[in-house]
Every structure is written in structure tokens, then in C-alpha cells.
């Protein structure tokens, strides 16, 4: 039924020819920032708990910047190996 929708056809006359290869990269390096800052916010919390029982504060947030970074650049590679033929 949705295939049918004009609306909903990504490919076909008169649009523009599109590299999925590269859609699904950048596509799954933001879902990878996306799922790397919740990785960050809870390593943040949990070393802002560890600095607590010690008597020292912590700020995490670093934690959440280097998850979204580290999170981007995993699964953007992995789509990357995963694209390439």
C-alpha cells in the first residue's frame, strides 16, 4: 500500500539518482551519536557517583562528548565495510 504513495517512492522517474551506500553511512554514524551520548550520559552519572563515594567531584562531561564521537565513528565504519562490495 505505501509503495504505491507517490510519496513515499524514493527512486524512480524524474528524481535524482541517490548512492545508498552513502545515505546509509552518514544515517548510522548519527544513530551512533545518538546511541553514544545516551552511553555517555550514563558512564557520566556513574563517575559522578564513584567521585561522590570519594569524596571528590567529577564532571562527566567529557564522557558524553567522547561517546557521541566514539559512537559515530563505530557504526559509521561498520556501515562503511558493510556498503563497500
Known amino acids: ?4 504513495s507517490g510519496s513515499f517512492v524514493t ?5 535524482p539518482a541517490t548512492d545508498d551506500g552513502l545515505i546509509a553511512i552518514v544515517l548510522s554514524a548519527i544513530f551512533g551519536a545518538m546511541c553514544g551520548v545516551m552511553g555517555g550520559f550514563v558512564v557520566s552519572y556513574f563517575c559522578r557517583y564513584v567521585g561522590y563515594l570519594f569524596g571528590r567531584y567529577v564532571a562527566g562531561g567529557r564522557c558524553v562528548l567522547i561517546g557521541a564521537l566514539l559512537g559515530a565513528a563505530i557504526l559509521g565504519v561498520k556501515a562503511w565495510f558493510d556498503t563497500r562490495d
Open 11 to 15: 527512486s524512480g522517474s524524474g528524481l
Open 1 to 4: 500500500m505505501l509503495a504505491q
